[in-house]
């Protein structure tokens, strides 16, 4: 895999969450995935990962096909607000976590 952080399947892969220094991480508020801005970020509200509306994105409460959360080669979880999904982590929980 990629160190991309966004590859592969018919959603994204994260494989760098909580290292805010990682330039790939989702907590890197200057990164391309962790600043609010940023096309492929998950915090960005108009974005494909982000959006409420997408398919794609973690905000989206219906979605099935969010980003994945990857070690390794191996899915451990789907990053969601989609409760209902197996594996369902919810971004805005972590992010509260950290921020602690």
Same mark, same amino acid.
């Given at each position: ?7 592969? +399947?018919? +959603? ?7 290292? =805010?220094f ?5 907590? #890197? ?9 940023? %096309? ?6 108009? &974005?494909?990962?982000g /959006?409420?509306?997408? %398919? $794609?994105?973690?905000? #989206?409460?219906?979605?099935?096909? =969010? =980003? $994945?959360i990857? !070690? &390794?080669?191996?899915?451990? &979880? !789907?990053?969601?607000?989609? *409760? ?5 982590? #919810? =971004?805005?929980v972590? *992010? /509260?976590? $950290?921020?602690?």
């Open positions: 895999m990629s160190r991309d952080p966004f590859s592969g +399947g018919s +959603g994204r892969c994260i494989d760098s969450i909580f290292d =805010p990682d330039s790939d991480s989702i907590f #890197n508020d200057y990164g391309n995935h962790g600043s609010e801005y940023a %096309a492929d970020s998950v915090w960005n509200e108009y &974005g494909t990962y /959006g409420e509306y997408s %398919a $794609l994105s973690a905000s #989206n409460p219906y979605t099935s096909s =969010p =980003p $994945l990857v !070690r &390794g080669r191996r899915v451990i &979880g !789907r990053l969601t607000v989609n *409760k209902y999904l197996p594996g369902a982590v #919810n =971004p805005y972590l *992010k /509260g976590l $950290l921020d602690e």
